[in-house]
């Protein structure tokens, strides 16, 4: 079976990135674009994003999860420690999140370190989330090989109907991505789109420059 895609084509034509508007603060352009999107309710889910891991042999793994918080410290997500995305974080903490909202013809590539949250962060997100949230990140043993979908709906009831407290596991909780390095993208058009990289200088602060597309 093939299929050419070679005409799938479309104008970027939304907006543009100019050097003389950006804030020295490359989180601060993160919250102007995710604040912009988010009023115009024209992305499903803006808070998606894709987070690409290596593992202990160099192969590299990339999956989509759920932003929760973002500040000038980092970006969080949660997910369960024990999964393969958890399992490689933490024997590789360089990460790559990557954002991509098409109603606006733009991206966000960030890399950085990876670190686990503190548990006090962790217990306070679990216990905020709706029950069923948190029965599934109990009777989840994410990336484990199982039987068949009724084994986790029969661990889902099972625990329902124990009326034990839903704690939040051990093996579950928040990770925060520190970035090193940003990349704005604003789709333009005759594929001359804008590309902005903001590079963490340490004591210095941030430093920006523009790429060819």
């Known amino acids: 079976m093939a299929k050419d895609l070679s005409d799938y084509r479309k104008k970027y034509i939304k907006g543009e990135l100019n050097e ?8 601060a352009l993160f919250s102007k674009f995710f604040n912009i999107i988010d009023s115009n309710k ?40 024990n999964s393969k995305k958890g399992k490689d974080m933490l024997n590789n903490p360089n990460v790559c999140l990557s954002f991509y909202w098409p109603s606006a013809e733009q991206q966000v590539i960030i ?42 709906y029969n661990k889902l009831e099972t625990l329902k109907n124990s009326n034990t407290e839903l704690k939040r596991p051990e093996n579950w909780g928040g990770f925060i991505v520190k970035p090193f390095s940003m ?30 597309p």
């Open 20 to 27: 003389n508007d950006l804030p020295n603060n490359p989180v």
């Open 42 to 81: 024209s992305e499903r889910e803006l808070n998606a994003m894709s987070i690409s891991t290596v593992d202990k042999n160099g192969l590299p793994s990339t999956r989509i999860v759920l932003l929760k918080k973002y500040s000038d410290l980092g970006f969080v997500f949660f997910t369960n420690y």
């Open 111 to 152: 890399k950085g370190k990876v670190s686990k949250i503190s548990e006090a962060d962790s217990n306070d997100y679990f216990n905020s989330r709706p029950e069923g949230s948190k029965i599934g990140a109990i009777v989840s043993n994410q990336s484990e090989v199982i039987s068949s979908r009724e084994f986790l």
């Open 183 to 212: 990349e704005f993208w604003q789709g333009k058009d005759n594929r001359l789109h804008d590309r902005i990289v903001y590079e963490n200088k340490g004591d210095k602060g941030w430093s920006f420059h523009r790429l060819s």
